[in-house]
């Protein structure tokens, strides 16, 4: 006796041979092709919910599958958007390289080892300024007035020098050079602001090595 449609119940979306027979599977080609009037006949509502879960389970997976497949290009992009944020806050862009890092050198340090190599910067921090200078030829940038925090709180003195930010962050494997450090206005590096903001291209690309957003 021919199996009826209406006796094929839906199921998790595994594998079409698993649960689909012949007939239905040619019923959604049809759809597919738009010959529509005959296949709707054949298809009835639970198995085209079925379907439905099994298409969008495939699409899911090839999405997946090409993440999986280019994680270098998606971590490039987001360097590329986060540099660019970087230069638009800065004021001394141009002594920021288009490519001041290898993408393939990023790495998610755990909070010890950037406790040990912020440490390490506030040691050096003074000669590493001095470096930066002569190799840019300028001079380190200094507050020409008081900066207040956005609750209203003195976080930088009038005179004193601008802010280091690391290009390469100490936490994404970054290191302590002179060529690895930019000028940056309190404004844009204090705390959860500017640079370091949610959801900025800075704090995007720690989230994809890993982290949590600060």
């Known amino acids: 006796m021919r199996r009826e449609i209406s006796e094929v119940k839906p199921v998790e979306t595994k594998s079409r041979e698993n649960y689909l027979d012949s007939s239905v599977r040619k019923a959604f080609e049809r759809l597919q092709e738009g010959k529509t009037e005959r296949a709707e006949n054949k298809l009835d509502s639970s198995v085209r919910k079925s379907f439905e879960k099994l298409e969008s389970h495939s699409t899911y997976e090839k999405r997946l599958q090409q993440k999986m497949e280019n994680p270098e290009k998606d971590l490039q992009k987001l360097v590329g958007e986060y540099l660019k944020d970087l230069k638009s806050k800065s004021e001394c ?32 921090k003074t000669q590493l ?22 609750s209203g709180n003195l976080i930088r003195k009038a005179g004193s020098d601008y802010d280091a930010h690391h290009i390469q962050p100490l936490g994404m494997g970054g290191n302590n050079e002179a060529r690895n450090i930019t000028p940056l206005n309190a404004e844009v590096h204090y705390d959860k602001q500017g640079i370091h903001a949610l959801g900025s291209p800075y704090s995007k690309l720690d989230q994809a090595l890993g982290g949590t957003q600060i």
Do not use: C
């Not at 002594?95 to 050096?124: G, W």
């Open 129 to 150: 300024k001095r470096e930066w200078e002569k190799i840019n030829g300028l001079q380190w940038p200094k507050y020409k007035k008081d900066i207040y925090s956005a």
């Open 93 to 124: 862009a141009e002594t920021i390289p288009d490519k001041p890092f290898e993408v393939s050198n990023l790495e998610k340090r755990t909070p010890e080892e950037n406790a040990k190599m912020r440490e390490e910067f506030n040691d050096n």
